[in-house]
């Protein structure tokens, strides 16, 4: 079982950045299908950001062009960054595999607290 340990969070005017990270134990980080996910107060838990073993891309529409989604697999660590935040972007921030691709899904952890004031 891979554990999941997200950081990098905080409270940030609205235009500001942020730069999240998971770091996740297990060799088997390399080979999945990874994303960011994000659940706001009220609101289903969503995708935000994927990213496959080669690095290929995609990205919710509401975050298309501000947000970029990276790995690095020698380190086990998958990154965020936030540019440009709006309001709306407030949440709790979780990686986790990439539920439409993996053929694994891991447990949460206890993801990291992004807040954007206007």
């Known amino acids: 079982q891979v554990q999941l340990v997200e950081s990098g969070g905080g409270l940030v005017q609205a235009g500001g950045s942020l730069r999240l990270s998971c770091a996740a134990s297990g060799s088997i980080f390399s080979i999945t299908p990874m994303g960011w996910y994000r659940q706001a107060p009220g609101k289903q838990r969503e995708l935000v950001a994927g990213i496959t073993v080669s690095s290929n891309t995609r990205y919710a529409d509401s975050v298309k062009g501000r947000f970029t989604i990276s790995r690095d697999n020698a380190k086990n660590t998958l990154y965020l960054q936030l540019n440009r935040l709006k309001p709306e972007d407030t949440a709790v921030y979780y990686c986790?595999?990439?539920?439409?691709?993996?053929?694994?899904?891991?447990?949460w952890g206890q993801g990291t607290q992004v807040t954007v004031s206007s």
């Open positions: 986790n595999s990439d539920f439409s691709t993996a053929d694994v899904r891991w447990a």
